[in-house]
């Protein structure tokens, strides 16, 4: 009973910002590892950003270092992905996966946001 379900993407000028917003339910939220990852057609599908279960700890890719920041809402089952000096490789469909207990692969896939980013 798993489900992820991911909002926020949009329009949006290199340089702008979008926040993302992925609400889980089916399984215990604050025990697991959550993710952001995005998919460019054409591109290998990029480990974007991870999170710990209480948020102590965050994890980013080189190429959004600086400019994104990954959060979490225990209390509303969601975790968010804040995007700021957005550049046109940031077009994407982004995705919030679970991370696998004791492993560094994701179990669980929404159907994911598009972001398009216009130049």
């Known amino acids: 009973q798993v489900q992820l379900v991911e909002s926020g993407g949009g329009l949006v000028q290199p340089g702008g910002s979008l926040r993302l917003s992925c609400v889980a339910s089916?399984?215990?939220?604050?025990?697991?590892?959550m993710n952001w990852y995005r998919q460019t057609p054409g591109k290998e599908r990029e480990l974007v950003a991870g999170?710990?279960?209480?948020?102590?700890?965050?994890n980013y890719a080189d190429s959004v270092k600086g400019r994104f920041t990954i959060s979490r809402d225990n209390a509303k089952n969601t975790v968010y992905l804040q995007m700021n000096s957005m550049k046109p490789e940031d077009r994407a469909v982004y995705y919030c996966p679970r991370a696998s207990r004791g492993g560094s692969n994701c179990d669980y896939w929404g159907q994911g946001t598009q972001d398009t980013v216009y130049s």
């Open positions: 999170i710990t279960g209480f948020g102590s700890v965050t």
């Open positions: 089916g399984f215990t939220f604050n025990i697991y590892v």
